[in-house]
């Protein structure tokens, strides 16, 4: 059954310091995907990356950078000089190939960035 | 990029009504559509897989004649809230998979509709 987990329900910091943001996932498909998705308060989903499970390189967006260590089952998300903008829940989630295709979600982190 | 619409963004209504919502594609075909649920300050629970021309397919615990899924088009499913009880107050979210991309297609979410029943 596939699960995910994100052991942190609320983080806060100060603006500028970097954060890191945990997920750990449970699958027993080989073909899957990770995703995050950013919440803000008007409640839209916004897309913020897409991994496959045959990809580890670690990427980096801008000030976003993603951990994926299929050894570890992770998929962490950091984001690095915090502003007060991405105060939002930030959600981990995954799609396994053989259970059409739908997405799980793990339970949220709350990210406050304090002025 | 992709767009999925909701309609409504919001909902009031009284106890006992039935509440529709729609979810739309609105530039690309969707065979799949997913109807997720979202109370305050919880995770989006996965309601239903809405397959268009067939029965949706419900997640455990989800009351199938209270939440009508209809997958009419390959543009559009709705979903009915019948009967809707305050406890059926939340945000439902939609999401939609366009058929070209298959497994490896992103799925784009709608803005969600926040329902609140008195």
């Known amino acids: 059954a596939q699960k995910v987990t994100q052991a942190q329900t609320e983080i806060s910091v100060v603006e500028k310091e970097d954060v890191t943001l945990d997920c750990v996932y449970e699958t027993r498909d080989t073909t899957y995907y990770l995703f995050w998705y950013k919440q803000p308060p008007s409640g839209e989903l916004v897309f913020l990356i897409r991994r496959n499970s045959f990809d580890e390189q670690n990427e980096i967006s801008g000030r976003y950078s993603w951990n994926f260590q299929k050894s570890t089952s992770s998929f962490n998300f950091t984001i690095t000089a915090s502003q007060v903008v991405d105060s939002a829940v930030y959600f981990c989630a995954l799609r396994e190939m053989d259970s059409s295709y739908k997405l799980i979600f793990g339970s949220g982190t709350r990210l406050l960035v304090r002025p | 990029g992709a767009v999925v619409s909701q309609h409504p963004s919001w909902v009031i209504c009284k106890s006992g009504t039935s509440v529709k919502i729609e979810c739309r594609s609105l530039d690309f075909q969707a065979t799949t559509m997913f109807w997720y649920r979202q109370f305050p300050k919880q995770s989006l629970m996965l309601m239903a897989t809405?397959?268009?021309?067939?029965?949706?397919?419900?997640e455990q615990g989800v009351e199938k004649d209270k939440f009508l899924i209809n997958h009419a088009s390959l543009t559009l499913s709705t979903l009915t809230v019948t009967s809707a009880h305050p406890e059926d107050s939340s945000f439902y979210i939609c999401?939609?998979?366009?058929?070209?991309?298959?497994?490896?297609?992103?799925?784009?979410f709608g803005e969600g509709s926040r329902l609140t029943v008195l």
């Open positions: 999401s939609a998979s366009a058929i070209a991309g298959g497994f490896t297609g992103e799925l784009f």
């Open positions: 809405s397959n268009e021309g067939s029965k949706a397919t419900y």
